[in-house]
């Protein structure tokens, strides 16, 4: 899904929307974690604190300077 509509659904529908946002980003974010970390629970915790993060500072994203994936 394009970040466009992934924000616009965000906006409108906020469950629907960071549900679909998780699902998109998960894997990538597990990846990059399992790169850097090495266990488990750390991939697991970090994976979890960057949504969190996301969530808590989504009205200072500004899809003019990155995108949803950076």
Known sequence: MEDQELIRIIRKEPDRG???LM???TGLLWHVARGILSGREDIEDT???AFVQAWEQWDRFDPARGSLKS
């Open 23 to 25: 699902k998109q980003y």
């Open 47 to 49: 994976v979890a604190e």
């Open 18 to 20: 960071w549900d679909l």
